[in-house]
């Protein structure tokens, strides 16, 4: 097992929109419909932002959203805040009931 | 609301077993998944494991061999054993309810492995 692979970090002004990708392989992002994606600050818990690829948790913003092809994940957050400064972490399902993270990204707001 | 704690074992010796133990309050453990992630300073996450209420438990195939859970479902918690630790293993341990979507989660303890 793999860490799945994201940019190191990706950066954006305010109100702009930027996308984190998650690239793995068919045996884990591209096999199942089941990737998550987590926001940590610094010295916190990771939250849940996203669920099986583009499902979004009760609370959570609107301008949070998920997709898939192939093999890669992607994360894009509209609107960009400056509280949305954080780490981005995915995380897939990889058969035989193991799970995977990504190896984390590094949001700016510039 | 759901809460988790992790226990804080501080500081272990090389060679020796890491516990710990999450409990959970203002929420049964039943009928959910409840699972152990770790993050090195500075590093990224990796999972664990998972357990079960019912105390079926799957392990990263990678620490399969060292790890052990358990479920104490009268006591509202789960625990996490990790034999013969390294440096390696230094991290913050998070505990949280879930298999592969983490929707809550416990605030982290360091563990430390040092002799």
């Known amino acids: 097992q793999s860490a799945l692979t994201q940019p190191a970090s990706v950066s954006g002004s305010p109100g702009q929109s930027i996308t984190v990708s998650c690239t793995g392989t068919?045996?884990?992002?591209?096999?199942?419909?089941?990737v998550s994606w987590y926001q940590q600050h610094p010295g916190k818990a990771p939250k849940l932002m996203i669920y099986?690829?583009?499902k979004r948790p009760s609370g959570v913003s609107v301008r949070f959203s998920g997709s898939k092809s192939g093999n890669t994940a992607s994360l894009t957050i509209s609107g960009l805040q400056a509280e949305d400064e954080a780490d981005y972490y995915c995380?897939?399902?990889?058969?035989?009931?193991?799970?995977?993270f990504g190896s984390g990204t590094k949001v700016t707001v510039l | 609301q759901v809460q988790l704690q992790e226990s804080d074992p501080g500081v272990v010796k090389p060679s020796e077993t890491l516990s710990l133990s999450c409990t959970v309050s203002?929420?049964?453990?039943?009928?959910?998944?409840w699972s152990w992630i770790r993050q090195p300073p500075g590093k990224g996450l990796e999972w664990i494991g998972y357990?079960?209420?019912?105390?079926?438990?799957k392990y990263n195939p990678s620490l399969k061999s060292r790890v052990y859970m358990s479920v104490d479902t009268s006591k509202n918690l789960f625990s996490l054993s990790l034999t013969s630790v390294s440096a390696a293993d230094t991290a913050v341990y998070y505990c949280?309810?879930?298999?592969?979507?983490?929707?809550?989660w416990g605030q982290g303890t360091l563990v430390t492995v040092s002799s």
């Open positions: 949280a309810r879930g298999s592969g979507d983490w929707d809550y």
């Open positions: 203002g929420g049964s453990i039943s009928p959910y998944y």
């Open positions: 357990i079960y209420y019912t105390g079926d438990a």
């Open positions: 068919s045996d884990d992002v591209g096999g199942y419909n089941i």
């Open positions: 099986e690829v583009s």
């Open positions: 995380c897939a399902y990889a058969g035989s009931y193991s799970y995977v």
